[in-house]
């Protein structure tokens, strides 16, 4: 299909692991990226992934790619309700396009 | 380092009205992408402005159109601004054409 597709909702308890998955379109993307949006505010870069890679990691967060399937996951591991938020998996296009899922939105419950 | 900033923050207009919404990219950057945000969307890729040239554009119609300036700051501006307009609009930079995008806080645009 020509969208990149996320999950809409994801519900976790503090101090568990959160998983955030995507399935992207392009196989020559040559980025991959996870955006955090709060509400009423932009988005912020959390991590991105080169696409030669199939994992990487940066403190609470873990980035997994596997290209033969064009998925992509984040896992936040220890979630604390400051993580509640929107996030948004995205793929390069091209020279100067990105391509962005719908978002998916995280709740962290005390 | 001064990140992205946009002006102004919220705007409402009436339908076939013209508006002009301003970016001032991250230091360093001269690159300028300009996304739009319908509500509980992800955002849509207008155009990008790279080096004070158009260097790209989203399936948009022509009254979305936009400037890069000598320092790289960047406006947008959409005429004859209708009802599915209204929506938040990012602007982002980026060191270079395919370099990491950085996104300003937005501007939220209510057409009425």
């Known amino acids: ?110 | 380092e001064t990140g992205v900033t946009q002006s102004p923050t919220h705007l409402i207009k009436t339908r076939g009205q013209q508006v002009t919404l301003r970016c001032s990219s991250q230091s360093g950057h001269n690159t300028v992408s300009w996304y739009q945000q319908a509500l509980g969307q992800g955002p849509q890729f207008i155009f990008q402005y790279y080096r004070e040239e158009e260097n790209g554009r989203g399936n948009f119609p022509p009254r979305f159109s936009g400037l890069q300036f000598p320092n790289y700051s960047s406006e947008l501006n959409v005429n004859a601004l209708e009802l599915d307009d209204s929506a938040l609009y990012l602007c982002a930079s980026s060191g270079g054409q395919r370099d990491t995008q950085y996104f300003g806080p937005g501007t939220r645009l209510t057409v009425l």
């Open chain 1, 1 to 110: 299909g020509e969208d990149v597709e996320q999950s809409l909702f994801l519900s976790v308890r503090e101090g568990d692991s959160s998983v955030i998955n995507c399935t992207y379109t392009d196989s020559s993307s040559t980025y991959l990226y996870w955006y955090k949006q709060e509400p009423g505010a932009g988005l912020q870069l959390l991590t991105y992934i080169f696409s030669n890679m199939d994992m990487k990691q940066d403190q609470r967060l873990t980035v997994l790619l596997n290209k033969k399937d064009k998925h992509l996951s984040l896992r936040i591991a220890d979630t604390q309700t400051g993580d509640s938020a929107i996030y948004f998996c995205a793929e390069s296009i091209g020279n100067n396009d990105m391509r962005f899922g719908a978002g998916t939105r995280l709740t962290v419950k005390p």
